[in-house]
């Protein structure tokens, strides 16, 4: 008995093992076909051999996860080339990401090499931090530590035999991930961050030995890490001496890493204790379940995940009261609303909650209203001898500003009429190349400034007041208000406690008055609630501003006066006449219906007779009479030349016999006879 054996050796062993991987067919011993047949079920006379020819490029179903790059090891397999921080055989794994100072914890963590790496050593990183100072890394032997890594200035700073440094260029304190990777190579050390080579400079040899220890995030003891910046605040992941890993927390794929020897106060993941949860609770009244005293609550886990009160989408949590806008600002968020103030309502009072080191002036200023008012003021706010008042006069936009030097205020009054009840508005804005203000309003330049604008004082913790000149003084204006905005910065028509979340970014106007009880949205005076409109005339509200739409018969402003019906000249073809309650119609000659506007069918009634044809002419009528008829209405016989009538005066019929139309002939009487 022999046996054939085809793809593989008997008993091959080799790893891996040398067997044939590819497609057979037609293979024919004697004659017998012996491959391809399909072998008996449970023989072991084939294995791995499958019917058919159709294996493709494993690389073909892309593989490899995160970006990895596959490459196609043969037919059957391939291999994923991982990037940073990826890891596995489909790069599916990522290594664990180390927080350091969460909590502002005193963390570290130290590795111990456990071979010789020599003379070239790499050693790399992702940093993540907003700290811009920090101790990262720190390789030592018992005598010395000859490579420090620290952060100054949110700039890598290296350190070699306590002597040569290095400083990065680019500032890593952002927020985000960078790959940090330092190459000692012999007699030169060399920075590089995110593929981007930082610096490099001539170095005294080191050497790394068995036994040598890796710090990372600080040193045991506080005084030593003060030194480089303090303890790390911040994350680390995906560390590695060389080729060699030096892992956190290991991931389940083997690699070769060094030996973690000591974990303190680091955490697993990079969930940061929230920059902005922290601040966020330092000045609003929450508890640490995110419940306040008026019973607002947000929900904590929201802030778990993030960062910075950028990154927080407030208008997710539905801060705002109802009817308003919530609006997301670059570190919180504004309820915008439009409200509507009256005289009965009180005036609206603001302040800015910072009044020192805003680095940014007041360089724009805008609002919107909606009045039918000739005269009111607006806003106000004064400071010494600096104010800005926004009024109308003469419905026109009046701004008033000094800048608080004598002769250097200015009032100018824009040109087109705005108490039109429609909506209008106004903005403020410096003109940019001058230092002069533009006043627009409805987006036309109305105005630039004549005097030097100074509005910064907006933003020290001056009163601002909206509606009136001063918090006692009656409210002035009355109609609806737009969003007011000074230097980028809502003036909310809310107060604070109206709303559900205090607004988290540090710098804002509040609404002050705690009397002022603005009614939210736009709504117009109810003019027509009292239906001013008499004789059932139908009131418009154009916004506090009625208008009547009257019945015919009525007119007026309150369709009061009865209306003069002819003044509409109702009559087409005829005079019109006022009669009680209406009016009447004179038609001329040739037309009729109740407006004259009809022309008179003279035919329809004619007295055209015996089939006589009417004939419309210039308000008359003719008849056209068939041949047997005359006459004006055809109803006169048209004699035929009478034998007997024609010749009445000399062939009359004698003895009295008179002569018959009907035939002609005398009809005598009786005694007399023939023809005459
Ligand atoms: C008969 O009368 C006609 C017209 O009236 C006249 O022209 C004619 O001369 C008369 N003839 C005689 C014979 O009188
Ligand atoms: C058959 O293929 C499987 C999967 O590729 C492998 O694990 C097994 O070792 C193969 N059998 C032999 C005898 O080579
Ligand atoms: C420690 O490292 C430094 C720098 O490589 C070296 O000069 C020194 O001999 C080392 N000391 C020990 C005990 O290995
Ligand atoms: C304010 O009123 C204007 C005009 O009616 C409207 O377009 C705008 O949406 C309103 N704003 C808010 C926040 O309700
Ligand atoms: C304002 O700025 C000064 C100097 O720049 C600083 O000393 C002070 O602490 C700052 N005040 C606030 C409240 O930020
Ligand atoms: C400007 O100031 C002067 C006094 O300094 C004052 O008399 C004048 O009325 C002011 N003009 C305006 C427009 O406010
Ligand atoms: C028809 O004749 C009568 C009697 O002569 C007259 O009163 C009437 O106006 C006439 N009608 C028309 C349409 O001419
Ligand atoms: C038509 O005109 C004639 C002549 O002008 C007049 O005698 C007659 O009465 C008119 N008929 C009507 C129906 O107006
Ligand atoms: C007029 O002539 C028609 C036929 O053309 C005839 O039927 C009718 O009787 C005549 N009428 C008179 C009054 O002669
Ligand atoms: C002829 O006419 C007259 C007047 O109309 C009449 O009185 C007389 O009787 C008539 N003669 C005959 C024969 O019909």
Same mark, same amino acid.
Request: net charge negative.
């Given at each position: 008995?022999?046996?054939?054996?085809?793809?593989?050796?008997?008993?091959?062993?080799?790893?891996?093992?040398?067997?044939?991987?590819?497609?057979?067919?037609?293979?024919?011993?004697?004659?017998?076909?012996?491959?391809?047949?399909?072998?008996?079920?449970?023989?072991?006379?084939?294995?791995?051999?499958?019917?058919?020819?159709?294996?493709?490029?494993?690389?073909?179903?892309?593989?490899?996860?995160?970006?990895?790059?596959?490459?196609?090891?043969?037919?059957?397999?391939?291999?994923?080339?991982?990037?940073?921080?990826?890891?596995?055989?489909?790069?599916?794994?990522?290594?664990?990401?180390?927080?350091?100072?969460?909590? &502002?914890?005193?963390?570290?963590? =130290?590795?111990?090499?456990? +071979?010789? $790496?020599?003379? %070239? !050593? @790499?050693? /790399?990183?992702? #940093?993540?931090?907003?700290?811009?100072?920090?101790?990262?890394?720190?390789?030592?032997?018992?005598?010395?530590?000859?490579?420090?890594?620290?952060?100054?200035?949110?700039?890598?700073?290296?350190?070699?035999?306590?002597?040569?440094?290095?400083?990065?260029?680019?500032?890593?304190? &952002?927020?985000?991930?960078?790959? =940090?990777?330092?190459?000692? +190579?012999? $007699?030169?050390? %060399? !920075? @590089?961050? /995110?593929?981007? #080579?930082?610096?490099?400079?001539?170095?005294?040899?080191?050497?790394?030995?068995?036994?040598?220890?890796?710090?990372?995030?600080?040193?045991?003891?506080?005084?030593?890490?003060?030194?480089?910046?303090?303890?790390?605040?911040?994350?680390?992941?995906?560390?590695?001496?060389?080729?060699?890993?030096?892992?956190?927390?290991?991931?389940?794929?083997?690699?070769?890493?060094?030996?973690?020897?000591?974990?303190?106060?680091?955490?697993?993941?990079?969930?940061?204790?929230?920059?902005?949860?922290?601040?966020?609770?330092?000045?609003?009244?929450?508890?640490?379940?995110?419940?306040?005293?008026?019973?607002?609550?947000?929900?904590?886990?929201?802030?778990?995940?993030?960062?910075?009160?950028?990154?927080?989408?407030?208008?997710?949590?539905?801060?705002?009261?109802?009817?308003?806008?919530?609006?997301?600002?670059?570190?919180?968020?504004?309820?915008?609303?439009?409200?509507?103030?009256?005289?009965?309502?009180?005036?609206?009072?603001?302040?800015?909650?910072?009044?020192?080191?805003?680095?940014?002036?007041?360089?724009?200023?805008?609002?919107?209203?909606?009045?039918?008012?000739?005269?009111?003021?607006?806003?106000?706010?004064?400071?010494?001898?600096?104010?800005?008042?926004?009024?109308?006069?003469?419905?026109?936009?009046?701004?008033?500003?000094?800048?608080?030097?004598?002769?250097?205020?200015?009032?100018?009054?824009?040109?087109?009429?705005?108490?039109?009840?429609?909506?209008?508005?106004?903005?403020?804005?410096?003109?940019?190349?001058?230092?002069?203000?533009?006043?627009?309003?409805?987006?036309?330049?109305?105005?630039?400034?004549?005097?030097?604008?100074?509005?910064?004082?907006?933003?020290?913790?001056?009163?601002?007041?909206?509606?009136?000149?001063?918090?006692?003084?009656?409210?002035?204006?009355?109609?609806?208000?737009?969003?007011?905005?000074?230097?980028?910065?809502?003036?909310?028509?809310?107060?604070?406690?109206?709303?559900?979340?205090?607004?988290?970014?540090?710098?804002?106007?509040?609404?002050?008055?705690?009397?002022?009880?603005?009614?939210?949205?736009?709504?117009?005076?109810?003019?027509?609630?009292?239906?001013?409109?008499?004789?059932?005339?139908?009131?418009?509200?154009?916004?506090?501003?009625?208008?009547?739409?009257?019945?015919?018969?009525?007119?007026?402003?309150?369709?009061?006066?009865?209306?003069?019906?002819?003044?509409?000249?109702?009559?087409?073809?005829?005079?019109?006449?006022?009669?009680?309650?209406?009016?009447?119609?004179?038609?001329?000659?040739?037309?009729?219906?109740?407006?004259?506007?009809?022309?008179?069918?003279?035919?329809?009634?004619?007295?055209?007779?015996?089939?006589?044809?009417?004939?419309?002419?210039?308000?008359?009528?003719?008849?056209?009479?068939?041949?047997?008829?005359?006459?004006?209405?055809?109803?006169?016989?048209?004699?035929?030349?009478?034998?007997?009538?024609?010749?009445?005066?000399?062939?009359?019929?004698?003895?009295?016999?008179?002569?018959?139309?009907?035939?002609?002939?005398?009809?005598?009487?009786?005694?007399?006879?023939?023809?005459?």
């Amino acid at each position: 008995i022999a046996h054939l054996f085809i793809g593989a050796g008997p008993g091959d062993k080799t790893e891996p093992p040398r067997v044939f991987l590819g497609c057979l067919r037609d293979v024919l011993v004697d004659s017998h076909l012996v491959v391809p047949v399909m072998s008996a079920e449970g023989s072991d006379t084939q294995v791995n051999v499958t019917m058919g020819c159709n294996d493709n490029d494993k690389c073909d179903d892309g593989p490899c996860q995160n970006r990895g790059r596959c490459v196609s090891q043969g037919w059957r397999s391939y291999m994923c080339e991982c990037h940073r921080p990826y890891e596995g055989g489909n790069c599916a794994e990522e290594y664990i990401t180390a927080r350091f100072g969460s909590k &502002d914890l005193e963390s570290y963590a =130290v590795f111990s090499i456990d +071979d010789d $790496p020599g003379e %070239t !050593l @790499t050693v /790399s990183l992702f #940093v993540r931090t907003r700290q811009p100072r920090g101790l990262l890394l720190i390789l030592a032997n018992s005598t010395s530590q000859y490579l420090r890594l620290w952060l100054d200035q949110g700039r890598v700073k290296i350190q070699v035999n306590n002597f040569e440094t290095l400083l990065g260029q680019s500032v890593i304190s &952002d927020g985000h991930f960078h790959l =940090v990777t330092v190459k000692l +190579d012999g $007699p030169e050390v %060399t !920075l @590089t961050q /995110s593929a981007q #080579v930082q610096s490099s400079r001539p170095i005294r040899h080191i050497w790394a030995h068995h036994g040598d220890r890796v710090f990372v995030g600080g040193l045991a003891d506080p005084r030593a890490s003060a030194t480089f910046g303090g303890y790390f605040k911040g994350c680390v992941q995906d560390l590695r001496v060389n080729n060699k890993r030096l892992q956190f927390y290991p991931i389940p794929s083997f690699v070769e890493s060094y030996k973690l020897e000591q974990l303190l106060t680091v955490s697993p993941g990079c969930s940061s204790d929230n920059a902005c949860a922290v601040s966020y609770w330092q000045y609003t009244p929450f508890d640490r379940q995110g419940r306040t005293v008026n019973s607002r609550w947000i929900d904590l886990s929201f802030f778990s995940l993030l960062k910075r009160c950028e990154e927080v989408k407030w208008c997710e949590l539905s801060p705002c009261p109802a009817s308003t806008v919530c609006q997301q600002t670059s570190r919180g968020f504004e309820c915008l609303s439009n409200v509507t103030v009256r005289p009965e309502s009180a005036i609206l009072h603001y302040r800015n909650n910072r009044n020192n080191n805003r680095t940014v002036g007041v360089t724009s200023v805008s609002l919107g209203f909606r009045t039918r008012q000739t005269v009111a003021t607006i806003l106000h706010a004064q400071r010494g001898s600096k104010y800005i008042t926004v009024s109308l006069r003469d419905s026109r936009v009046v701004v008033e500003h000094s800048a608080g030097v004598e002769h250097d205020n200015s009032s100018v009054q824009s040109e087109r009429p705005v108490s039109d009840g429609e909506w209008h508005s106004v903005s403020l804005g410096v003109h940019d190349r001058a230092s002069k203000w533009i006043i627009n309003v409805d987006g036309n330049t109305e105005e630039i400034f004549i005097g030097v604008a100074d509005l910064d004082f907006l933003l020290e913790g001056t009163d601002i007041f909206i509606g009136g000149l001063s918090l006692d003084s009656p409210v002035s204006f009355s109609g609806c208000l737009a969003p007011v905005e000074i230097g980028g910065l809502l003036l909310p028509f809310h107060l604070d406690t109206d709303l559900k979340l205090l607004r988290p970014q540090e710098e804002q106007f509040s609404q002050l008055n705690v009397n002022a009880h603005p009614h939210y949205g736009c709504w117009g005076a109810s003019v027509c609630a009292s239906n001013p409109c008499q004789n059932q005339g139908l009131c418009e509200d154009l916004f506090d501003l009625h208008h009547c739409n009257c019945p015919s018969t009525w007119s007026g402003s309150l369709c009061q006066e009865p209306s003069d019906p002819c003044v509409a000249k109702p009559c087409v073809y005829g005079n019109c006449r006022n009669t009680p309650g209406g009016y009447r119609c004179e038609c001329e000659q040739g037309f009729t219906g109740a407006q004259c506007e009809m022309e008179v069918d003279l035919c329809v009634n004619s007295n055209c007779s015996n089939g006589a044809t009417c004939l419309k002419g210039v308000q008359n009528y003719s008849c056209l009479c068939p041949q047997n008829l005359t006459g004006q209405y055809c109803n006169l016989p048209l004699l035929p030349v009478s034998k007997c009538s024609g010749t009445r005066w000399n062939f009359s019929c004698f003895n009295g016999g008179n002569c018959s139309v009907v035939d002609d002939n005398c009809l005598c009487l009786p005694g007399f006879s023939g023809q005459w």
